[in-house]
Structure formats: structure tokens, C-alpha cells
């Protein structure tokens, strides 16, 4: 219905105030200015630039652990960047074979380093807030600082992921930990041969297996120490400031006066819920609204906006015809509705199935 109001269907669908979205971009773009050495740090923030200083706070080490940089452009490349498929036979080409891997899972990422000609076989837990993309990048990085001091050998670092390979033969970079990777490996070219291959994964080749084994155990090794333990990715630093957005926009619900029927069902973001409702055809997803919202064909809100002669349910005529009357009360309609949507005494429980009330409404049909 036209009178939804927008705070309730902001709820609903997941999206924040138009307010609360711009402070966002603000955060963002601040944070992005501080790494770049783009922002004024001469004088004590007033105004407007208190921004910075508001967005360190919603994401902590977005300045000073931050993974950006100022473009750097790399021109000269001392070792080889090789993403063909590499031989069974490739590896006896190197005397060193250094096989690294990156994992990321719910507990945290980690990387694994596996070298059998030096006996180099360990793996690193990175924490949450690293990327698989960082894992594997500070494996490599990792690895090549371990044989730093190597010399006139012929080495070949194996990875399994293309995005890495991609970083490092790119001509520019943004990254820090790209830059460090880069420069590590030209310190190792000095006096070395240095190749990094890339290498199938999950194709049986025994280093890439083990290789792959210890960064999942690296993932699921707790470290210990504050996070971030890699520079914060401008993804990891996005995600901060998306979290707390979203808690901004949870709290201005939760301090909300009016909108008291879909208070009464939704306490907060419901991202399940908001991704069925966007799933729906035009139709259900505007009963679906109206039911949580209560602007629907039930008698209390026609009344209230002139509809109806009386707000009393049509079935019982004993109350008002709330949709919380439909859906936990009416008398009349209790056996399709303990058929249906089981026994029920609280609203937000409906919405762990939002398909069953669907289906009661449809069955109803009187609120469409
Ligand atoms: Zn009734």
C-alpha cells in the first residue's frame, strides 16, 4: 500500500537511510585520502574532516594497518612469470622447489610453505580479517624470505592461484603486500634464477598437496596477537564499514517510535528474510510487505484510513482485525492455521518460515 511507511520497508529489504549510506561513502573516501598521504594531517580535525577520525573508529587499523598504497608503477621484472601449466618433469629443472598455498575458513586463513630440498615443510595462521588472496601472497612472500640468503641457485615457487601471478605481472599495484612480494623476489634474483609457476590445483602433484594441507591447518590455528596479522585488504576495510552501517541503521530501528506492527516482527536485519522477499513475484512480495508491515486488506488499518465502517475481525467480530489477530488468535481460523504454521506465539517466529505464511495468507485470501 502507498501509506508503507519507508522506515519499515528500509527494514525489510536491508536498506540502510539514504543518511547513513553517505557517512559510509564519506568514511570510505577519508580512509582511501589518509593511505594515499592525501589528507591534511597539519591541524586538529574540526568539521567536516572529523570524518577521518569517525571512520577509524568504525574501522579499527583502516590507517595504520591498511594493505594501500600510492600507485607504483613496476617496470622491470628480474624473475619469470610463468602461468602455462607446469611438466611432471618441471620440477627437475629447479634446485629449489618451493610450493606455497593460501586457506581461508569461518575460523580464520592461513598459508602453508613446503620446500622437501631444504626440509622447509610449516604453516602460518593469517587471522580473520585476511583474504585467501593475502594468504597465498604472504605465503610466497614468506617463503622467499626464508631462503633470502640463497645464492646461483635455480629456484621455482609454485602457486596454485592465478590471482597472484596476475598481481605480480601487473605493471602497476596498489598493494603493499604485492609491492613487498615483488621486492623480495627481485632481492632474490640478484644472484638466483627465479621462476614463480603456477601449478593446477588438486592435480595429485604431491608438494601442492602438502602444500594445500598446511594452509588449511594454518586456518584453523588460532594466532595469537591483536588482528589485523596481514595489512587490511580495501575489502576487509569495505566490510568494517559495511558492519557498521548496518549497526547504525539496526540501532535508528531499534530507537524508532512509530512503525510499532513491523517492530513487532522484525528486531533487526534479516538477511534471509530479505533475500526470499526479493525473490518473490511482484504479487507475494507486496502481501508479504503488507502483512509485516500491517498496511494490508485487514479491517483495523481500512478503517483507519476511511475503508471500513468497523475495525473488528470479519470471522470473530469479538476484536479488532489486526494481522496479529490473523496469525496468532482468531478462533475461527485456527485449524488452517495450526495446520499450516503450527503452533505460534510470537510474530517474529513466523518469519523463520516465511514460505508457510505465504501459503497461510493465499489459503486465507482475504488480505490480498
Ligand atoms: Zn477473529
Not at 475495525?311 to 479488532?320: F, G, M
Not at 475461527?332 to 505465504?358: D, F, V
Amino acid at each position: 500500500m502507498k501509506s508503507t511507511p519507508t522506515a519499515a520497508l528500509e527494514i525489510i529489504l536491508g536498506l540502510p537511510p539514504l543518511d547513513i549510506i553517505i557517512k559510509q561513502e564519506a568514511k570510505a573516501a577519508a580512509i582511501r585520502l589518509s593511505n594515499m598521504g592525501l589528507w591534511s594531517t597539519n591541524t586538529t580535525a574540526q568539521g567536516h574532516s572529523r570524518i577521518l577520525d569517525i571512520a577509524k573508529l568504525s574501522a579499527p587499523g583502516s590507517t595504520e594497518c591498511s594493505d594501500t598504497t600510492i600507485k607504483t608503477f613496476i617496470f622491470n621484472r628480474s624473475y619469470t612469470i610463468q602461468r602455462d601449466q607446469c611438466g611432471t618433469s618441471d620440477e627437475n629443472n629447479y634446485d629449489i622447489n618451493i610450493y606455497i598455498d593460501g586457506a581461508k575458513n569461518k575460523k580464520g586463513s592461513g598459508g602453508g610453505v613446503f620446500c622437501p630440498e631444504l626440509n622447509l615443510q610449516y604453516s602460518v595462521s593469517f587471522g580473520n580479517k585476511a583474504t585467501v588472496f593475502q594468504a597465498e601472497a604472504a605465503s610466497l612472500l614468506d617463503g622467499a624470505t626464508q631462503i633470502k640468503d640463497t645464492k646461483n641457485s635455480n629456484i621455482c615457487f609454485y602457486t596454485d592461484s592465478m590471482a597472484i601471478l596476475g598481481a605480480l605481472g601487473r605493471t602497476v599495484t596498489k598493494s603493499k603486500l604485492i609491492l613487498e612480494c615483488h621486492r623480495t623476489l627481485e632481492n632474490l634474483s640478484i644472484s638466483n634464477n627465479v621462476t614463480v609457476q603456477w601449478i593446477k590445483s588438486h592435480n595429485d602433484n604431491i608438494g601442492n598437496c602438502e602444500a594445500d594441507r598446511l594452509a588449511r591447518m594454518g586456518s584453523n590455528t588460532l594466532p595469537i596477537g591483536p588482528e589485523p596479522f596481514i595489512s587490511l585488504s580495501s575489502k576487509a576495510i569495505r566490510q568494517c564499514l559495511t558492519d557498521k552501517t548496518l549497526s547504525e541503521h539496526n540501532q535508528e530501528w531499534k530507537n524508532r517510535v512509530d512503525c510499532r506492527q513491523t517492530k513487532a516482527f522484525i528486531v533487526s536485519h534479516n538477511h534471509k528474510l530479505t533475500r526470499y522477499l526479493l525473490n518473490l513475484s511482484r504479487s507475494n512480495i507486496s502481501l508479504m510487505v503488507g502483512l509485516i508491515t500491517g498496511h494490508c486488506c485487514v479491517n483495523k488499518h481500512l478503517y483507519t484510513i476511511g475503508n471500513s465502517t468497523s475495525p473488528l475481525c470479519r470471522t470473530c467480530k469479538e476484536v479488532d482485525e489486526t494481522v496479529e489477530h490473523i496469525l496468532l488468535a482468531c478462533p475461527p481460523t485456527t485449524e488452517t492455521r495450526l495446520s499450516i504454521l503450527g503452533p505460534t506465539e510470537r510474530l517474529p517466529q513466523l518469519l523463520q518460515h516465511p514460505g508457510l505464511l505465504l501459503q497461510f495468507t493465499r489459503e486465507l485470501g482475504w488480505l490480498s
